[in-house]
């Protein structure tokens, strides 16, 4: 990963940015005291020479009209003071997310950051900066697609690239000036797609590449000619000339990075889909060097809010609330004869925790824990029943809830979006949840094989296994969240074997029995790993546990 080393440095950085934060809320609060605001000055210069070792261009711009302003506060050069603080905090609240976006793996988005900085450039009566100056796509990379270079004789290659340039030229020339330009525009793109098969994977292929999309982008209309783009098609030509007199050596020289970055500027503004330029696109990442308005909109909304330190603060405070709802449904599931008042401290609580997902944006989530205090409302007023599919679903609304609140955690305001629209993403952190879950169960399933083993040895019951009836009935409880009924009747009548024919009746299983309880332990634990995902068949599985105590308890109850 690019950023890679961001992550390391990152606490270091958002720490001083807290310390920035804290001198300009001292200034505000005593004006006449300028110590503070010196104190942020130099805080701002320590976070500009990271990110300017790390090479985080767009992030350096903004620190550094960030420190030009607080220059001028010091320097009593702004008159409007209160703007000059609320751009300042925007950008010391703006940049933890923006940092954030990039070690969570994705590319930079410049464009998010130019009203701001075009905003601190207003305040100290600077010309603002064009679109085209924030413009940071990975030069670097090249076409994926690109087959190695051929080997053939330098004379040969001299050879071929002359009579290309030459193509190249008259396809130029009937483009710009020629009656019939398509003619002109499809000689071009010929001749372009053979200097790239003859110059295969070297750095200069990738201009040939970017260029063809961009021809393909005019023919289908979807990006004006203008003189800039001309100018740009004439410098490939320049291109050309050093490898038709230099031969296959100048395939090691790069083409200049700014040319490169001028293609791909032109690039990100096509508006076309042919192949060509969304191959382009899709590899530079252009559509985040150079987002569309609604979705630069979106982009920098994310980066105003929270960031992934707060949301995991917040979702660790939630976290408590949620295991309370789960603690509450298994022991009213749990229980013989429950009593419907103890499900009405949930109803408050829910509605709360609704009300605090809506306020991190996750609408979705709140709206069904919403609806579920309702069902529980209506439970405890004795409207409805509480028959199991009905809690089976509350449960199951908690357990994506407490899987949205993991993403969140992890990945910040980034991923409020795709949890709202992207089921595949929760579908994956609710599949780590049920991870979590079995492997919960499966400690409550190890726990019961040792007392039981002493129980055989000793003849004697301890305190240890007089709790496996209540290890299976928190084990039942786990397959209830699960929705899987089935197994949680099974745990139901293991832990009815257990206190009835063990320790009430005090007796000591035969070794046909050991062999059952044992055989019963391990297909719930085999079925604990279908749960998560590995491919086993439950089914079966299911029916092995119910034979195993059928044969334990001739007539269950």
């Known amino acids: 990963m690019k950023y890679a080393t961001l992550s390391w440095v990152k606490p270091a950085i958002d720490d001083t940015l807290k310390l920035t934060r804290q001198s300009l809320e001292q200034f505000v609060e005593n004006p006449d005291d300028t110590g503070p605001l010196q104190e942020a000055v130099g805080w701002l210069h320590e976070i500009h020479g990271a990110l300017t070792m790390l090479e985080i261009d767009s992030a350096v711009l903004l620190l550094q009209e960030m420190e030009h302003v607080t220059l001028a506060l010091l320097a009593n050069k702004i008159p409007d003071k209160g703007a000059a603080y609320d751009s300042l905090m925007r950008g010391v609240l703006q940049l933890p997310n923006y940092l ?47 087959k190695p270079i051929p080997k053939i004789p330098d004379a040969q290659f001299k050879v071929l690239i002359q009579k290309i340039r030459i193509s190249y030229q008259k396809g130029l020339v009937e483009f710009v000036q020629g009656a019939n330009k398509m003619d002109g525009l499809k000689l071009m793109l010929n001749t372009l797609n053979q200097a790239q098969q003859v110059t295969g994977t070297a750095q200069v292929s990738k201009v040939w590449w970017i260029s063809e999309a961009l021809l393909e982008s005019i023919a289908q209309k979807g990006l004006n000619l203008n003189e800039n ?88 405070t939630m976290r408590d609330e ?69 809690m089976l ?19 910040g305001t980034h991923a409020i979006s795709q949890i709202q629209q992207e089921q595949g993403l929760l579908e994956t952190q609710f599949k780590e949840v049920v991870k979590v879950l079995v492997e919960e169960a499966k400690i409550e399933l190890s726990e019961m094989i040792q007392p039981f083993i002493s129980y055989l040895e000793t003849k004697t019951p301890d305190d240890e296994l007089h709790k496996i009836p209540e290890r299976f009935q928190n084990l039942g409880g786990v397959f209830l969240i699960l929705n899987q009924p089935r197994a949680a009747k099974l745990t139901d009548v293991s832990a009815h074997y257990v206190a009835k024919k063990i320790l009430q009746d005090n007796r000591v299983p035969d070794d046909q029995q050991r062999k059952l309880f044992a055989d019963l332990i391990v297909c719930f634990e085999l079925f604990l790993d279908s749960l998560a995902g590995h491919p086993l068949d439950a089914i079966r599985i299911l029916q092995s546990a119910q034979s195993s105590l059928q044969a334990l308890l001739p007539s269950p109850q």
């Open 393 to 411: 679903d509350i449960a199951n609304v908690i357990l994506r809830v407490e899987a949205a609140m993991e993403t969140l955690s992890k990945r």
């Open 229 to 316: 783009l001309i100018g740009m098609f004439k410098q490939l030509d320049g291109l050309l000339k050093p490898l038709m007199e230099r031969g296959m050596g100048a395939l090691n020289v790069a083409p200049p990075a700014k040319f490169v970055s001028n293609l791909l500027f032109y690039a990100a503004q096509g508006k076309s889909t042919g192949q060509r330029l969304m191959a382009v696109k899709e590899t530079y990442q252009l559509d985040y060097c150079l987002p569309s308005e609604v979705a630069l909109q979106n982009i920098i909304q994310i980066f105003s809010g929270p960031d992934i330190e707060l949301m995991r603060i917040v979702v660790l």
């Open 100 to 146: 954030d976006h990039l070690t969570l793996g994705y590319p930079q988005v410049p464009m998010a950051l130019l009203p701001l900085i075009n905003k601190l450039r207003a305040l100290i009566r600077e010309k603002p900066l064009p679109a085209a100056t924030l413009f940071f796509p990975d030069v670097s990379l090249s076409n994926p697609q690109a």
């Open 322 to 390: 949620v295991s309370r709802f789960e603690e509450t449904l298994d022991i009213f599931m749990r229980t013989e004869h429950p009593e419907l008042s103890d499900l009405k401290p949930l109803v408050e609580l829910m509605r709360n925790a609704g009300f605090t997902l809506r306020l991190l944006g996750l609408e979705k989530q709140a709206q069904a824990l919403l609806k579920q205090s309702q069902v529980i409302d209506a439970i405890v007023e004795g409207k409805i029943e509480p028959n199991l599919p009905r």
